[in-house]
């Protein structure tokens, strides 16, 4: 069983940064690929960023290329999500994920956080 939690949302002016965390607890995260997704009201939610075991691959839905980076420290059982140059339209429910199996954008993931509120003000 692998318990996450995120932290690291809160407000933000458009054109801001935040980075959020991932901690886990309970195993070791250097055999899952780690995602970020996030839902927005009224929306379904989205794949937003993911990385796999060996930190070689990492993949991130066409709408935060460029401004968002995902990365990892499996000695410290942590992912992160730096997000700059934030818009309105970023703002959502952030919650990280682990799974085993891929596609890494749409794979079933077994766990997940409570998530982190992002609220981007204009």
């Known amino acids: 069983q692998v318990q996450l939690a995120e932290s690291g949302g809160g407000l933000v002016q458009a054109g801001g940064s935040l980075r959020l965390s991932c901690a886990a607890s309970?195993?070791?995260?250097?055999?899952?690929?780690m995602g970020w997704f996030r839902q927005a009201p009224g929306k379904e939610r989205e794949f937003v960023a993911g990385?796999?075991?060996?930190?070689?691959?990492?993949y991130y839905t066409d709408s935060v290329k460029g401004r968002f980076t995902i990365s990892r420290n499996n000695a410290k059982n942590t992912v992160w999500l730096q997000m700059d140059s934030l818009n309105t339209e970023d703002t959502a429910v952030y919650y990280c994920?682990?799974?085993?199996?891929?596609?890494?954008?749409?794979?079933?993931?077994?766990?997940w956080g409570q998530g982190t509120q992002v609220t981007v003000a204009s």
């Open positions: 990385i796999t075991w060996s930190v070689i691959e990492t």
């Open positions: 994920a682990a799974t085993t199996k891929r596609p890494v954008q749409s794979g079933s993931y077994a766990y």
């Open positions: 309970g195993r070791t995260l250097s055999s899952y690929i």
